[in-house]
């Protein structure tokens, strides 16, 4: 014959089994991301697609982001972004790269409202309008304003937000007999930036 387990045994043994699943389930809730890696869509697809209209032109910006928390409110951004810019017979690649603080206004470590000023260096190659070879590196500063979302860690990652990516020539080869046009240096100088950023949290 067997004998059920006495009641005040049973009562302990759920809630400890209560207590541990409340605690875990705390404790993961109460986990927050530390790093966010993602693609910024919106600046790839909102150029791409603009200098599409205009005849013999194509700028496409492929920009890659990174948020990393370091406590509740300071934390860093990074960015290393490709470029490709033709215009007629001038075809140019271009590779930066920029790091800088990442405050965060309203929320906690990667999620909310979040102010960053990034700080980095470009680089352009390739032929110019008489199919010369050309190049620049130029200092990079570049602030934003944006919120951000982070289900995790592990989990999905989305930012929202603008900004302006202005660079400074530190030296560049000879064009003499040609100059930008507004869009060109735009591009090239004083970039506005659209954040859309996809990607995942750890």
């Known amino acids: 014959m067997r004998l059920a387990p006495p009641v005040p045994v ?4 759920v809630a400890a089994a209560l ?6 389930a705390q404790g993961e809730a109460g986990r927050t991301p530390r790093i ?21 032109s194509l700028f496409v910006p492929v920009p890659i982001e990174g948020h990393f928390r370091l406590s509740r409110r300071w934390g860093l951004a990074a960015t290393l972004q490709y470029l490709h810019h033709k215009d007629g017979t001038l075809k140019l690649n271009g590779l930066s790269v920029s790091l800088g603080p990442r405050f965060t206004l309203w929320g906690e470590g990667l999620r909310g409202l979040y102010a960053a000023v990034k700080l980095g260096i470009g680089f352009r190659h390739g032929d110019d309008y008489f199919r010369a070879k050309y190049y620049r590196v130029g200092m990079q500063i ?4 944006g919120w951000s979302f982070a289900w995790g860690p592990p989990g999905f990652f989305l930012s929202a937000g603008v900004g302006l990516q202005s660079e400074v020539t530190l030296t560049e080869e000879s064009h003499s007999g040609w100059a930008w046009n507004g ?7 004083y970039l506005p930036m659209v954040n859309v950023t996809v990607g995942f949290d750890l």
């Open 19 to 24: 207590t541990s699943s409340v605690a875990s």
């Open 10 to 13: 049973l009562v302990l043994v």
């Open 183 to 189: 869009l060109g240096a735009m591009i090239n100088y």
């Open 36 to 56: 966010a890696i993602g693609v910024n869509v919106a600046q790839t697809a909102i150029y791409g697609i603009a200098s599409s209209f205009f005849e013999s």
């Open 142 to 145: 570049q602030p934003e304003l």
